[in-house]
């Protein structure tokens, strides 16, 4: 099983390139799951469920959601792999802007909206 980690500041449009991108991995048969993380609230479970695509998600309450997902991480893969997927992603939106939702040499793929300011890079730190 391969993880994929994909970040970027709230509603920069994560989970439309995750689904997006799944159409086209679903057609060469490559089975993927989702876990989403979020600091208080999501309803992304609820599109990935539409979108017909295995997802479980983790809110991290008072918690840094990047701390969150460190700590969470390796029972994430567990359920990657007893979910025998060829692929699991994982979505964050890095709201400490601090820290980072990224492994070491594990991929890792940064969402931006590109209308959102020529110094969001400065602001968002290490999640970019
Ligand atoms: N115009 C436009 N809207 C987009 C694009 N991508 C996403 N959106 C819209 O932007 C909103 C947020 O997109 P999401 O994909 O949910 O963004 P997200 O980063 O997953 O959001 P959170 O997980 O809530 O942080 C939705 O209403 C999308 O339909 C895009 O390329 N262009
Ligand atoms: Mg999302």
């Given amino acids: 099983m391969k993880l994929i980690?994909?970040?970027g500041p709230p509603s920069s449009g994560k989970t439309s390139l995750i689904i997006k991108?799944?159409?086209?991995l679903k057609a060469q048969n490559i089975k993927v799951?989702?876990?989403k993380f979020d600091c208080l609230y999501t309803d992304d479970d609820v599109l990935y469920e539409k979108a017909g695509i295995l997802v479980k998600k983790g809110l991290?309450?008072?918690v840094c959601p990047d701390h969150f997902f460190a700590s969470n991480i390796e029972e994430?893969?567990?359920w990657g792999q007893t979910n025998n997927l060829d692929l699991l992603i994982?979505?964050?939106a890095g709201l400490c802007?601090?820290?980072s939702p990224y492994l070491k040499d594990i991929k890792a793929v940064c969402v931006i909206d590109?209308?959102?300011g020529i110094n969001t890079p400065k602001k968002i730190g290490p999640m970019l």
């Fill in 60 to 62: 991290s309450g008072s």
């Fill in 76 to 78: 994430v893969v567990q």
């Fill in 21 to 24: 991108t799944i159409e086209s």
């Fill in 114 to 116: 590109n209308l959102s």
């Fill in 90 to 92: 994982t979505e964050s």
């Fill in 5 to 7: 980690t994909v970040s």
């Fill in 97 to 99: 802007n601090r820290c």
């Fill in 33 to 35: 799951g989702i876990v």
